[in-house]
């Protein structure tokens, strides 16, 4: 099966420069947003409302949003905590990003905070979000394996999709944050949560440890997820998911869905162009 259209959200801003070591200059960050939107995304995700001393290259949030907005851009923004979503909404944020680990130890790890804890605070952040008027975009992260707990088994999934779902979230980003997951895995995954929740949209956000990102996109594709996550260059990586590399390219994702007749409304060449300038940010590629 392949669908007439998919839609690409990139993020390579965001997750692409996360766990960079060495500080990118906000002048850099700017440019390549501004590249990658002439490139023609509808939606991308540029920045994270995080503390500075856990991510400290996500320091210039503030400067980064008051851009985005200058820009005219449909941006999304992580907000991990209530103080995060205060934040972001003084910034005039249009989408907000929750990201909650489907493995509790995860959690801990990435936003100090258990499972449970985390979808407690996410009631009050989603009515507070509704309330201004925010996009609402839920991750639920290592929704496949997790370096500390191992296997992660489908109720944890659930149990975090359910919740999301019961909040009003817009739209649930299913993320495979250490790149583990194989193709059979995401097809079983992604058929018993669209059987489970038909009227939901699923997004699929692939690390490429592996090098199984590009095979899942099409394994998620068959189980009828159109919309997927992508990072320009293959940069990113979570720095509390330790060894998990980059998200799937953007422009290998593109080129791929391209020669299947498949579109995405981007200018593939235009993402050509971009991908060295990502690349050259990196320290790690
Ligand atoms: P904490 O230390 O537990 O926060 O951090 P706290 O509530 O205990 O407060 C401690 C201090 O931090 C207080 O200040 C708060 O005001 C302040 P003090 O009173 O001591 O002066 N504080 C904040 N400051 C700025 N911004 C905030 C904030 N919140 C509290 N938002 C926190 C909790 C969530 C902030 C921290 O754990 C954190 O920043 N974690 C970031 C983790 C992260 O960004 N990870 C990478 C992104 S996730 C990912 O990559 C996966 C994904 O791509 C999907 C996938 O691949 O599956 C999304
Ligand atoms: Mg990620």
Redesign the pocket.
Same mark, same amino acid.
């Given at each position: 099966f392949i669908p007439k259209e998919v839609e690409i959200i990139e993020?390579g801003p965001?997750?692409g420069l996360?766990?960079e070591p060495l500080a990118i200059s906000t002048e850099q960050k700017k440019e390549l947003i501004a590249r990658l939107a002439k490139a023609g995304f509808l939606r991308m995700?540029t920045t994270? =409302? %995080?503390? /500075?001393?856990? %991510?400290p290259q996500?320091a210039d949030c503030e400067e980064i949003a008051r851009y985005c907005n200058e820009l005219g851009i449909t941006y999304i923004a992580?907000? /991990?905590?209530?103080?995060?979503?205060e934040?972001a909404i003084a910034a005039t944020v249009p989408q907000m990003?929750v =990201?909650i680990?489907a493995s509790s130890e995860f959690n801990k790890r990435?936003?100090?905070?258990t499972t449970s804890e985390s979808l407690a605070e996410c009631e009050p952040m989603f009515a507070r979000a509704k309330q201004e008027g925010m996009f609402i975009r839920a #991750?639920?992260?290592?929704?496949f394996t997790c370096p500390f707990q191992g296997e992660v088994t489908f109720d944890e999934v659930k149990e975090v999709c359910d919740r999301f779902i019961q909040l009003g979230a817009d739209e649930i980003? %299913?993320?495979?944050?250490?790149g583990q997951a194989d193709p059979k895995m995401v097809y079983e995954r992604f058929s018993r949560l669209r059987d489970l929740y038909p009227d939901t949209t699923f997004v699929g956000?692939f690390?490429d440890t592996e090098k199984m990102a590009l095979v899942n996109v099409i394994a998620a594709i068959q189980a009828g997820i159109t919309k997927f996550?992508s990072s320009i260059g293959g940069l990113?990586?979570? /720095? #509390?998911?330790p060894g998990?590399t980059g998200?799937v390219a953007t422009e290998e994702l593109v080129n791929m869905l391209i020669r299947m007749g498949c579109e995405t409304n981007l200018n593939f060449d235009e993402l050509v162009n971009v991908s060295p300038f990502a690349k050259s940010l990196s320290s790690r590629i």
């Open positions: 993020v965001r997750d996360q766990n995700e994270s =409302f %995080v503390h /500075p001393k856990w %991510v996500m992580l907000t /991990p905590n209530m103080k995060a979503l934040r990003a =990201f680990g990435n936003i100090n905070k #991750y639920i992260s290592m929704a980003d %299913v993320g495979d944050t250490n956000h690390h996550d990113g990586g979570c /720095p #509390y998911s998990a998200n």
